[in-house]
């Protein structure tokens, strides 16, 4: 059955705005039917139907008879001279009859995608690109050899189904992606955020019950390889031929038709034939679509056209450049800021709010590879523990605010006295702890004194007057070739040595 004999007739009725509709029966409110409110109902019904493996001509027959406008179109088709019908055909089941369930259901797709494409420029690119690869399977199974003719064309109109639905919400970009050259188009739906449409309308068949096999030609019609299945290979070839007629097409795109064709078993002169007729063809079914795309130009022509339509080609290449590049300098920036978040939760979790000192979890961290490290290169290190002496009177004769301003002096000062190396921090309340990694007692002791020292000139401005710091500190040290300590052990000797230094009158330092 060629194209004419399916399309013939006049175009598809008008339809109610979709709130003046009501579903019909048996259709649920899915992401399917919502696309289909924009169709006609009788013929998104009887396209429902179709693809059911029980379905019979006389349930089809029920259901267009209740459609007028699908009626009007059957029977225009029937009665085509193409069809060659010596009489004329006025009953709808004997039309129904001749064109077989697989006739019905090619003229309910295509009242769907007409209704489906918006009129316009934008609309009839949409259109237009459906319609060619329609074309292009069905010309493609003809010279196999194969019967099935429907079902080519059925797969074909549908290869850009996900384009199509993009179109009713976002019909400029839809529009720009389909008048791009076929081979970049996913990349340019991917760079645009967007799903590739062979995934859009695969589950789009696939929701509306299309047998698996469509279903799978239309999601593999942009493959890198040829599939094996026969249905899903005459799409790709479909789509490689009907690319020869779009954006940027030349002599390669030719060539490029042909190599595809050879891999489906087309010979070379088919394909020139194949070639040679889909233009006219194109243009027939845009008629029956009641659509005007204008004159489809032969692809001699094209080629000879081939130097202005490069500059086109330039210009979006251009453009998709210019988009990947954003994607490309967003995706950096959004990098950087997740690496910068994540730099500053990692400090947040190990620095002391108040004393911008490492904290508690910090400290155990570095003292256990400090210990460990001390332990592999047989050298000393030494745990400094400080508390500052009679904190609760500050807290309590001054108030909280200067007991505060007290912590974060006395952390400055750690800060600003230890080594390079040397690892202060707040242990917890009034109390501090410093590593001296590589340090003896003697040069524990030393940098102790050095830190207890600077703490008590340091003053603190109070609204009683001014206040003086000291500190009592107690110094361990770890000589892993005499004694293995442990982090716990290690602490306990320097927090007994730094009571010690309590008991003996404060502001002092003891060793051990």
């Given at each position: 059955?060629?194209?004419?004999?399916?399309?013939?007739?006049?175009?598809?009725?008008?339809?109610?705005?979709?709130?003046?509709?009501?579903?019909?029966?048996?259709?649920?409110?899915?992401?399917?039917?919502?696309?289909?409110?924009?169709?006609?109902?009788?013929?998104?019904?009887?396209?429902?139907?179709?693809?059911?493996?029980?379905?019979?001509?006389?349930?089809?027959?029920?259901?267009?008879?209740?459609?007028?406008?699908?009626?009007?179109?059957?029977?225009?088709?029937?009665?085509?001279?193409?069809?060659?019908?010596?009489?004329?055909?006025?009953?709808?089941?004997?039309?129904?009859?001749?064109?077989?369930?697989?006739?019905?259901?090619?003229?309910?797709?295509?009242?769907?995608?007409?209704?489906?494409?918006?009129?316009?420029?934008?609309?009839?690119?949409?259109?237009?690109?459906?319609?060619?690869?329609?074309?292009?399977?069905?010309?493609?199974?003809?010279?196999?050899?194969?019967?099935?003719g429907d079902d080519y064309f059925t797969?074909?109109?549908?290869?850009?189904?996900?384009?199509?639905?993009?179109?009713?919400?976002?019909?400029?970009?839809?529009?720009?992606?389909?008048?791009?050259?076929?081979?970049?188009?996913?990349?340019?739906?991917?760079?645009?955020?967007?799903?590739p449409h062979p995934e859009m309308g695969?589950?789009?068949?696939?929701?509306?019950?299309?047998?698996?096999?469509?279903?799978?030609?239309?999601?593999?019609?942009?493959?890198?390889?040829?599939?094996?299945?026969?249905?899903?290979?005459?799409?790709?070839?479909?789509?490689?031929?009907?690319?020869?007629?779009?954006?940027?097409?030349?002599?390669?795109?030719?060539?490029?038709?042909?190599?595809?064709?050879?891999?489906?078993?087309?010979?070379?002169?088919?394909?020139?034939?194949?070639?040679?007729?889909?233009?006219?063809?194109?243009?027939?079914?845009?008629?029956?679509?009641?659509?005007?795309?204008?004159?489809?130009?032969?692809?001699?022509?094209?080629?000879?056209?081939?130097?202005?339509?490069?500059?086109?080609?330039?210009?979006?290449?251009?453009?998709?450049?210019?988009?990947?590049?954003?994607?490309?300098?967003?995706?950096?920036?959004?990098?950087?800021?997740?690496?910068?978040?994540?730099?500053?939760?990692?400090?947040?979790?190990?620095?002391?709010?108040?004393?911008?000192?490492?904290?508690?979890?910090?400290?155990?961290?570095?003292?256990?590879?400090?210990?460990?490290?001390?332990?592999?290169?047989?050298?000393?290190?030494?745990?400094?523990?400080?508390?500052v002496d009679h904190f609760k009177q500050?807290?309590?004769?001054?108030?909280?605010?200067?007991?505060?301003?007290?912590?974060?002096?006395?952390?400055?000062?750690?800060?600003?006295?230890?080594?390079?190396?040397?690892?202060?921090?707040?242990?917890?309340?009034?109390?501090?702890?410093?590593?001296?990694?590589?340090?003896?007692?003697?040069?524990?002791?030393?940098?102790?004194?050095?830190?207890?020292?600077?703490?008590?000139?340091?003053?603190?401005?109070?609204?009683?007057?001014?206040?003086?710091?000291?500190?009592?500190?107690?110094?361990?040290?770890?000589?892993?070739?005499?004694?293995?300590?442990?982090?716990?052990?290690?602490?306990?000797?320097?927090?007994?040595?730094?009571?010690?230094?309590?008991?003996?009158?404060?502001?002092?330092?003891?060793?051990?």
């Amino acid at each position: 059955m060629v194209l004419r004999e399916s399309y013939g007739g006049p175009a598809c009725s008008q339809v109610a705005p979709p709130g003046d509709r009501p579903y019909p029966s048996g259709m649920q409110r899915t992401g399917v039917s919502t696309e289909l409110e924009m169709a006609s109902l009788g013929a998104a019904r009887i396209l429902q139907a179709a693809v059911k493996e029980d379905v019979s001509l006389g349930e089809l027959s029920e259901l267009a008879g209740a459609d007028p406008a699908f009626a009007v179109r059957l029977l225009a088709t029937v009665n085509s001279a193409a069809f060659g019908g010596a009489t004329a055909v006025s009953d709808l089941s004997r039309a129904i009859g001749m064109l077989g369930i697989r006739g019905t259901r090619s003229i309910a797709l295509g009242m769907v995608v007409s209704d489906l494409a918006p009129d316009g420029d934008d609309g009839d690119a949409l259109i237009g690109n459906c319609i060619r690869r329609a074309i292009a399977a069905r010309l493609l199974g003809a010279e196999l050899g194969d019967k099935s003719g429907d079902d080519y064309f059925t797969v074909g109109l549908l290869l850009d189904a996900g384009l199509m639905t993009r179109g009713a919400g976002e019909l400029g970009r839809a529009a720009e992606v389909a008048r791009s050259p076929a081979v970049e188009r996913i990349l340019r739906e991917r760079a645009l955020g967007r799903r590739p449409h062979p995934e859009m309308g695969a589950t789009l068949a696939q929701r509306y019950n299309f047998p698996s096999a469509i279903v799978a030609a239309i999601e593999r019609h942009h493959d890198k390889d040829i599939p094996e299945d026969r249905l899903a290979a005459v799409a790709w070839v479909a789509e490689h031929v009907a690319s020869a007629f779009e954006a940027g097409a030349g002599e390669e795109s030719r060539n490029v038709a042909v190599a595809a064709a050879r891999k489906l078993g087309v010979a070379d002169e088919a394909i020139s034939r194949v070639l040679e007729r889909l233009p006219e063809e194109v243009s027939e079914a845009a008629s029956a679509f009641n659509r005007d795309l204008g004159p489809q130009p032969n692809l001699d022509e094209l080629i000879n056209d081939a130097r202005y339509q490069l500059v086109a080609m330039a210009r979006q290449y251009q453009e998709l450049i210019n988009t990947l590049n954003q994607v490309l300098a967003d995706k950096e920036a959004l990098a950087e800021e997740l690496r910068q978040a994540n730099r500053t939760l990692a400090e947040m979790a190990s620095t002391d709010a108040l004393t911008r000192l490492p904290n508690r979890r910090a400290f155990d961290d570095s003292l256990a590879k400090d210990m460990a490290r001390t332990e592999r290169r047989a050298a000393t290190l030494c745990l400094a523990v400080l508390d500052v002496d009679h904190f609760k009177q500050f807290n309590d004769t001054y108030g909280h605010a200067i007991g505060d301003d007290v912590l974060r002096v006395v952390g400055a000062t750690l800060a600003s006295v230890v080594r390079q190396g040397d690892v202060p921090a707040r242990y917890g309340g009034e109390e501090f702890a410093v590593i001296l990694p590589d340090t003896p007692l003697s040069g524990g002791l030393i940098a102790a004194e050095r830190i207890r020292s600077a703490i008590a000139r340091q003053i603190v401005c109070t609204d009683k007057g001014k206040v003086g710091v000291t500190v009592s500190i107690g110094v361990s040290c770890y000589v892993p070739q005499d004694e293995k300590l442990t982090q716990a052990e290690l602490f306990e000797r320097a927090d007994q040595l730094l009571y010690r230094s309590k008991q003996e009158g404060r502001n002092r330092v003891s060793g051990g």
